[in-house]
């Protein structure tokens, strides 16, 4: 197999068959303590903090071209790289960075099912050493027409031919737990949790995606609609955009997210707190 060829979900098992090799970099997507504590040989690290700007009330909107192109020059990133993503918890924040690079134009990137906690349960080599990064002066493009903006979240509803995935948890999405000054979820928006994509019994890999497709389907997010995927700060929702985009959907994610969404005083909200 070769770097061309490398599947967007690539198991630990044949990830590890490839290393080492020149033409992949490794991200671990992860706190300095867990990245310090043992990473995947020759990996780099990307903080959370880095793939957002911070900036209230969306603090997960995508930060700005140069602070991306300062973060991709660290981690050596050119055109021809293969970058090979994982974090410590089942996707979310590698699902985000992979949506980063997708907006970057720079779509040479696979996702470690199950991550560090996969690659180690497997018996493969953690190290704990910083590996030598030579620097390169990556150029960041934003292509925000691959970003959905509140104003199309907004001109999407009631479409047939659109729909917003939901990635919260139901107590959020049914508006019972307070995470914005409203609460609630974009009218037509429908609930499949981040969680629920995983295998929590096995090493917290995805489950199938033929399974996640058949659930998806009856909730009516299928390849014939656009889909629009969004969470809290998409950052749960990095996983459902990666799945949506294994699964050859047409997806976007909405950074701005629910904090954007539940603080701004105009936008309209349902509610099911009184079911």
């Known amino acids: 197999m ?5 599947p967007l979900i690539i198991e630990p098992e044949t990830l590890q068959t490839l290393l080492p090799d020149d033409n992949l970099i490794l991200v671990a997507v992860c706190s300095a303590q867990i990245y310090n504590s043992g990473h ?19 603090t997960g909107k995508i930060p700005s071209a140069d602070r991306l192109s300062a973060l991709f020059s660290r981690i050596g990133l050119t055109a021809d790289k293969h970058v090979v993503a994982y974090d410590d918890e089942g996707g979310g924040w590698a699902g985000r960075l992979i949506w980063t690079l997708d907006v970057l134009g720079h779509e040479k990137s696979s996702y470690l099912n199950g991550g560090l906690i996969a690659w180690a349960r497997a018996g493969f080599a953690l190290d704990d050493q910083l590996p030598s990064v030579a620097a390169t002066e990556f150029t960041a493009q934003i ?3 691959q970003i959905a903006q509140l104003e199309d979240v ?40 981040w969680l629920d ?19 998806l389907e009856s909730l009516g997010v299928s390849k014939d609609k656009a889909v629009i995927t969004h969470c809290q ?3 749960r929702s990095g996983l459902t955009y990666l799945v949506g985009k294994a699964l050859g959907l047409n997806i976007k994610a909405y950074d701005g997210s629910w904090s954007e969404w539940g603080n701004a005083d105009d936008t309209p ?5 009184n079911r």
């Open 154 to 193: 907004l001109q999407q509803i009631g479409s047939d031919n659109s729909v917003v995935w939901d990635a919260r948890a139901r107590q959020e999405y049914d508006g019972i737990k307070v995470t914005a000054l409203r609460n609630g979820h974009i009218p037509g928006a429908v609930n499949l949790d």
């Open 2 to 6: 070769t770097n061309n060829s490398l």
């Open 197 to 215: 994509l995983m295998d929590r019994d096995n090493d917290l890999r995805l489950k199938p995606l033929t399974e996640i497709s058949q659930t």
């Open 233 to 235: 700060t998409h950052h």
């Open 269 to 273: 909200i349902e509610t099911t707190a």
């Open 40 to 58: 995947l040989p020759g990996s780099v690290l990307i903080e959370p903090a880095e793939l957002v700007s911070g900036v209230k009330p969306a």
């Open 143 to 145: 292509d925000h027409g």
